[in-house]
C-alpha cells in the first residue's frame, strides 16, 4: 500500500525584519520572499501574499469580472453578514452550474472604506443576460450584481482585472478596508489553476554580505 507524501510548505518566519524575511534555495541558488504568518500586521507580507494569489488566478483564462454587494443594512462586515455571504454566493452558484456546466469560478472579498461587504467574483461564463444574472443574484439573497467582460474587446486586460479584485488581499488591519474578523476567509479558487510545488526543505535563510 502506497503511503501518502505529506505536501511540503515553505517555511513560515517569526517576523520578517530587513533580510530575515528572504529564503535561499541551497540546491539552485534561487532567492525568494517568505511569510511570517502576519500578513493581517504586517503589509510586506500582505502585499506579497496579494501577489501570489493573483499569480495563481493568472494560470486561469477567465472571461469575465462581476461585482456583488448585499442588500443595504445586510452589508456591513459582521460575522453574520459573512455568513448571509457565504450562503448567498452557494446558492448563486447551483443556479450558474444548472445554467452553465462546467462552471469555475474564484471570488475574493472587499471591505470598502465605507464599511460595506463587497464580492468580487472571476468567472468561466462569456455571457450572460442582465434579467437572468439580476433573478438570480435576488433569489440567492444578493442586492445588487454588476458585470464586467475581460474578453471583449476594448475591455481591460485579465491581469488588470485581477490586480484590482485582488487589491484588498494587501490590506492589513489597521487599514480602514482591511479591518477583518480573525479568521475571515479572504478568498476562494473552485478553477483548474495551475500549481508548483517547491521542496520547503530546501529553503534557508539568506543574509546579504557587503
Given at each position: 500500500m502506497k503511503t501518502r507524501q505529506?505536501?511540503?510548505r515553505r517555511p513560515f518566519l517569526e517576523r520578517c525584519d530587513g533580510n530575515s524575511c528572504r529564503l535561499i534555495n541551497m540546491i539552485s541558488g534561487q532567492i525568494i520572499y517568505a511569510f511570517c504568518n502576519r500578513r493581517r500586521f504586517c503589509r510586506r507580507c500582505a502585499e506579497y501574499y496579494r501577489y501570489c494569489v493573483a499569480r495563481r488566478?493568472?494560470?486561469?483564462?477567465?472571461?469575465?469580472?462581476?461585482l456583488l454587494t448585499l442588500k443595504p443594512g445586510e452589508d456591513s462586515p459582521t460575522k453574520a453578514n459573512l455568513r448571509h455571504q457565504?450562503?448567498?454566493?452557494?446558492?448563486?452558484?447551483g443556479l450558474l452550474r444548472k445554467?452553465?456546466?462546467g462552471f469555475y469560478y474564484a471570488w475574493?472579498?472587499?471591505?470598502?472604506?465605507?464599511?460595506r461587504l463587497h464580492l468580487h467574483v472571476l468567472w468561466s461564463v462569456p455571457w450572460i443576460s442582465q434579467d437572468l444574472l439580476r433573478s438570480m443574484t435576488t433569489q440567492a439573497g444578493f442586492g445588487y450584481a454588476e458585470v464586467r467582460s475581460i474578453r471583449k474587446p476594448g475591455a481591460k486586460p485579465q491581469m488588470a482585472a485581477i490586480?484590482?479584485?485582488?487589491?484588498?488581499?494587501?490590506?492589513i488591519a489597521e487599514d480602514p478596508d482591511g479591518a477583518w474578523l480573525e479568521g475571515t476567509r479572504r478568498y476562494q479558487i473552485s478553477a483548474p489553476?495551475?500549481?508548483?510545488?517547491?521542496?520547503a526543505r530546501e529553503w534557508v535563510p539568506f543574509v546579504?554580505?557587503?
Open positions: 505529506r505536501k511540503r488566478l493568472n494560470t486561469v483564462e477567465w472571461q469575465a469580472h462581476v457565504s450562503q448567498a454566493w452557494q446558492i448563486l452558484v445554467e452553465y456546466p475574493i472579498r472587499e471591505i470598502t472604506e465605507a464599511a490586480n484590482y479584485v485582488t487589491e484588498n488581499l494587501g490590506k489553476v495551475k500549481k508548483k510545488e517547491r521542496g546579504s554580505v557587503g
